[in-house]
């Protein structure tokens, strides 16, 4: 594989990530073959020690996605690492695609439910006065109170979960990076 064989296939795969961000990295590998070059070595030979270009692009992204989360800690950079760290492999995105939905599918659930119960306090402190005749006005405003508190734990709760959650993947994929890197890495790389 040619340099710019090499360049133009991992800036394919670093596609998504800001503009100076691929700009950096493509300069960083460009500098690897400058180096290399000057000290006699051939295109084709500093292209293998560097490795699959898809596979150094799909490490970076992920790091990348890791670094976001660790910075912003919002739901974008969440779902960012999250992707990011299965994009890593074939074999784990099987392992962990299954476990992430569920239990992504199980906190979505907990959100949608803290929502309701939030919406159905409020219709209960509010309307339930008016509604139910004969009912003590005090036990329907004090019960939908205790509805929305409760919401307020359960979003509370999930959001905790969820932020636990993503810095388990986030660990786990740093873990997974630093396992296969000696793997990966060609030996007598540059």
């Known amino acids: 594989m040619t340099r710019q064989d090499f360049i133009s296939r991992l800036r394919a795969g670093l596609r998504g990530l800001a503009p100076p961000a691929?700009?950096?990295?493509?300069?960083?590998y460009e500098t690897h073959f400058a180096e290399a070059q000057a000290a006699g070595r051939?295109?084709?030979?500093?292209?293998?020690?560097?490795?699959?270009?898809?596979?150094?692009?799909?490490?970076?992204?992920?790091?990348?996605?890791?670094?976001?989360?660790?910075?912003?800690?919002?739901?974008?950079?969440?779902?960012?690492?999250?992707?990011?760290?299965?994009?890593?492999?074939a074999i784990d995105l099987l392992v962990l695609l299954p476990i992430v939905l569920w239990i992504g599918g199980t906190l979505l659930g907990l959100f949608i439910a803290a929502g309701a119960l939030v919406v159905v306090g409020a219709v209960m402190m509010v309307a339930g006065p008016v509604v139910v005749h004969g009912a003590p006005v005090m036990a329907l405003v004090l019960a939908g109170?205790?509805?929305?508190?409760?919401?307020?734990?359960?979003?509370?709760?999930?959001?905790?979960?969820?932020?636990?959650?993503?810095?388990?993947?986030?660990?786990?994929?740093?873990?997974?990076?630093?396992?296969?890197?000696?793997?990966?890495?060609?030996?007598?790389?540059?």
């Open 145 to 190: 109170l205790g509805l929305i508190a409760a919401a307020t734990s359960l979003g509370c709760i999930a959001t905790i979960v969820s932020i636990g959650c993503t810095n388990g993947l986030v660990w786990y994929g740093r873990l997974h990076m630093r396992l296969l890197k000696p793997a990966l890495e060609p030996q007598g790389a540059v």
């Open 22 to 28: 691929i700009e950096e990295i493509v300069a960083d």
């Open 42 to 89: 051939g295109e084709v030979e500093v292209a293998a020690a560097l490795g699959d270009p898809d596979r150094v692009a799909r490490e970076l992204r992920a790091e990348a996605g890791l670094r976001r989360w660790e910075a912003e800690r919002n739901p974008s950079a969440a779902a960012n690492a999250v992707w990011a760290v299965l994009g890593l492999g």
